[in-house]
């Protein structure tokens, strides 16, 4: 499923639709180059789920946590580790959060669990188009129940 994005109302509309769908546990690895929205979408998409107060990048603490009813969020930045094993002094092994939103998770190959969902991000003019791909049966079932949600006829679908 490919979505234009004109502006931050369309990455909340995106994000709300995306919050009431999301299935527990859900490990979503946002992809795309500085700026291409992907803290604006997590921020988004935590709102959705109720979270007040401050939400902060986690750029320099690599992770933020956010309680929610019945569980946590967790909002990962990998951008400044080094490599992989980095991840091993986080203390997130055992960790059974509601949502896991990781940027930069290609530098956590092999040490980040499977995402249910990819979302590529992309700047395209003065806004952004997401491309949201399913990493798992949970997720190709998040993505029909996207198209069926009212929310997301109102964002440009774009052809692959």
């Known amino acids: 499923m490919i979505r234009h994005l004109p502006d931050e109302a369309a990455t909340r509309t995106l994000a709300e639709a995306l919050a009431a769908h999301q299935p527990a546990g859900a490990v979503v690895h946002l992809h795309g180059d500085l700026g291409a929205g992907k803290s604006t979408l997590a921020r988004a998409w935590l709102r959705a789920l109720g979270v007040t107060g401050t939400v902060r990048s986690p750029t320099y603490t690599l992770v933020e946590r956010y309680p929610l009813e019945g569980g946590e969020a967790l909002h990962l930045d990998l951008y400044r580790i080094g490599d992989a094993g ?3 002094f986080l203390g997130l092994d055992d960790v059974e959060a509601a949502l ?8 956590g190959a092999g040490a980040l669990a499977h995402a249910t969902l990819e979302i590529h991000l992309a700047i395209e003019g003065a806004g952004r188009v997401a491309d949201l791909r399913p990493g798992t049966a949970a997720g190709e079932a998040w993505l029909a129940a996207l198209t069926r949600d009212s929310r997301l006829s109102t964002l440009a679908e774009l052809k692959p």
Do not use: I, T
Request: charged share 45%.
């Open 86 to 88: 980095e991840l091993d």
């Open 100 to 107: 896991w939103l990781v940027e930069w998770p290609e530098r």
